[in-house]
């Protein structure tokens, strides 16, 4: 269960990190890649333990360091997504409500 707390953590402060280099960071909450990156990153755990990864000599690496770096990615994909998005939409009902 140790690894599990770890996971969180780590995820938790990449996506607060993820938040905080982000240019566009003002278009959605400051929790949601931290979030994303928690959910990714237990998931992600919970499904490499049930698979028999964990705790095994040679595969212990996989429930530690890859839901840590799986929950980045999600990160940072969702930030880009929605950072794009969201500055398109924000353009698009900004400019319509300017021609009224």
């Known amino acids: 269960m140790l690894s599990l707390v770890i996971v969180a953590l780590v995820t938790v402060a990449a996506g607060f990190i993820v938040w905080a280099n982000d240019r566009r960071h003002s278009k959605y909450g400051i ?3 931290a979030g994303v990156a928690l959910a990714v990153g237990m998931l ?3 499904v490499f333990i049930l698979l028999g990864f964990g705790y095994q ?3 212990t690496w996989i ?11 999600a990160a940072i994909a969702v930030v880009v997504y ?6 398109a939409r924000d353009t698009t009902k900004l400019t319509a409500a300017l021609r009224l």
């Not at 929605?82 to 500055?87: F, S």
């Open 44 to 46: 992600s755990w919970i």
């Open 82 to 87: 929605l950072g794009r998005i969201r500055t």
């Open 63 to 73: 429930p530690w360091v890859l839901p840590m770096v799986l929950g980045t990615a």
């Open 31 to 33: 929790t949601l890649p």
């Open 57 to 59: 000599p040679g595969l």
